[in-house]
């Protein structure tokens, strides 16, 4: 029951973060999907407690300067409605850079889609005047490292941590003139996650990165 209503439909939303937003934080997102859901007319369920919030869950945070192009996005609703309705509804008040891709039904008593987080694919571009060949041979050097030591902040803290076990592949193609294209699938669980430009930043090339899109999510429900 939340504040009187019961969630009688949850959706799952596809949607693209780009250009336009990718300086913008996870925070920031959140709050354009309530007014973006306000603006549509959707008839959201709130969450119950002194602050009633709409109640929608994104799936995964994006590093802020980093687009996404198959983020996720759950939120429930008091009344039953179409997906192709409400995807029609929601396209003409989405904000420049946030585009939705699909709308689907989605099982009301499943569990949150964090918890359900396994791994995350990233697509970087660099600009460097070395060879594909030479940047191969320090991602291999990384894959082969037993622990990859870094430090990062946490709550005002710094904190020391293991990045290898939070990789799970990196792979380096020729771009277009003086560019390179990374991919790596980075785990991103309740356990862990990965960022991108650690490990671009463990390869010597954060200085050289031109751009970083998450291409997409992987959970458990998709074995």
């Known amino acids: 029951m ?17 250009e336009a ?28 407690g002194f602050n009633p919030r709409p109640r929608f869950q994104i799936a995964a945070a994006l590093p802020v300067g980093v687009t996404g192009g198959a983020e996720q996005l759950d939120v429930w609703l008091i009344e039953l409605l ?18 939705v891709l699909d709308v689907r039904e989605a099982d009301l008593r499943a569990a949150s889609l964090q918890s359900q987080m396994r791994a995350a694919d990233y697509r970087a571009v660099i600009y460097s005047p070395e060879s594909v060949e030479a940047i191969r041979i320090r991602v291999q050097a990384l894959l082969e490292a037993p622990a990859l030591p870094r430090r ?5 803290a710094w904190q ?19 560019e390179h294209i990374l991919t790596m699938r980075l785990q991103a669980s309740p356990e862990g ?31």
């Open 160 to 178: 020391t941590y293991d990045l290898r076990p939070l990789v799970q592949s990196v792979v380096v193609e020729r771009g277009q003139v003086g």
């Open 152 to 156: 990062r902040q946490h709550k005002g």
């Open 21 to 48: 937003l990718k300086y913008i934080s996870h925070l920031d997102l959140a709050r354009t999907w309530e007014r973006v859901f306000r603006r549509a007319g959707l008839s959201v369920a709130y969450s119950q």
């Open 193 to 223: 996650a990965g960022r991108p430009d650690a490990v671009l930043d463990a390869l010597g090339l954060s200085l050289a990165t031109q751009a970083i899109e998450r291409t997409s999510l992987h959970f458990e429900f998709d074995k």
């Open 2 to 18: 939340i504040n009187g209503q019961t969630p009688r439909q949850r959706l799952r939303i596809t949607f693209a973060k780009g």
């Open 82 to 99: 179409v997906p192709e309705d409400v995807l029609s509804r929601l396209r003409p008040s989405l904000p420049s850079g946030l585009e």
